[in-house]
């Protein structure tokens, strides 16, 4: 029922959903708070009814699900609106987060990997044994969020500065995984790296 508890955390566009997916495909249970943060918002969850009142129905689409630019035009433009919406939300992902990694444990799997954005932001470290971040060069972020998000680079870099610096996350953090190559060089990285955690921690 024990299992080795890693977060994946990294600024936005460094890489962690990669890092995730290989740790994936060597054999780990694989969670990201990201996917979690849209969980809580699906229509009928309590998530939604408090943005919706917060924000009106006009952050609703015609389908029913959140506006999701609209959001995010609202979250890198309006500090005191972001504070609010954070609010409602932070605690419903941390809780549905331990709750995914409580399930984890009940699997044959010896190590989970968990994507975290805001780890450190949120401190929310203590819930887990073994810290990683993952890190790339600034421009690089800012063009890979702008690409993948369709969002301009001014957009990309606001989103980027409401995230804690890397140097501070890379202080903070058990091991650093640098992504400044190509993914399979970044594959490379994590095997190496589980191969060490695993020493280190799943020896008996
Ligand atoms: C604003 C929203 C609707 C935009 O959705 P969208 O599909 O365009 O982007 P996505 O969710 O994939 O987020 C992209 C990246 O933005 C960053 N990000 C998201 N929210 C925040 C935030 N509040 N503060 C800092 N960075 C954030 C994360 O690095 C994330 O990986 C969405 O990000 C959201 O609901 N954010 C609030 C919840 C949250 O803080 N999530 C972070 C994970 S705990
Ligand atoms: N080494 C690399 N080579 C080429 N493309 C990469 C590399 N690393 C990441 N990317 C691409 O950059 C984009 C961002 O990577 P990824 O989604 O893994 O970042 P992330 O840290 O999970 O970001 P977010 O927190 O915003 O979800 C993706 O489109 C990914 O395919």
């Known amino acids: 029922m024990k299992i080795l508890r890693i977060a994946v955390t ?6 962690k959903s990669l890092v995730c997916r290989r740790f994936k495909e060597i054999g ?7 996917v979690i943060a849209r969980q809580v918002v699906e229509p009928g969850m309590q998530g939604f009814t ?5 924000f009106g129905q006009e952050i609703v689409l015609k389908d029913g699900s959140l506006d999701r630019p609209r959001l995010r035009n609202i979250i890198v433009n309006d500090p005191k609106m972001r504070k609010k919406m954070e609010d409602i939300l932070h605690p419903q992902i941390i809780k549905e987060m331990v709750a995914q990694m409580k399930n984890a444990a009940y699997t044959d799997k010896k190590a989970v990997a968990v994507e ?4 450190f932001e949120l401190g929310m470290e203590k819930q887990f044994d073994v810290t990683i971040v993952v890190t790339a060069n600034d ?9 993948r998000d369709k969002v301009t680079l001014k957009d990309a870099q606001k989103m ?3 995230q804690m610096p890397q ?4 202080v903070k953090a058990d091991y650093v995984i640098i992504n400044k190559g190509t993914s399979s060089e970044l594959f490379e990285s994590v095997d190496n790296l589980f191969e060490e955690i695993q020493k280190e921690f799943l020896t008996t």
């Open 116 to 119: 975290v954005p805001l780890l």
């Open 160 to 162: 980027l500065d409401l």
């Open 167 to 170: 140097e501070e996350k890379t």
């Open 28 to 34: 780990l249970v694989t969670l990201d708070c990201d």
């Open 50 to 54: 408090k943005i919706t009142q917060l």
């Open 139 to 147: 421009p690089d972020l800012v063009k890979r969020i702008s690409d």
């Open 10 to 15: 990294g600024s936005a566009g460094s890489g």
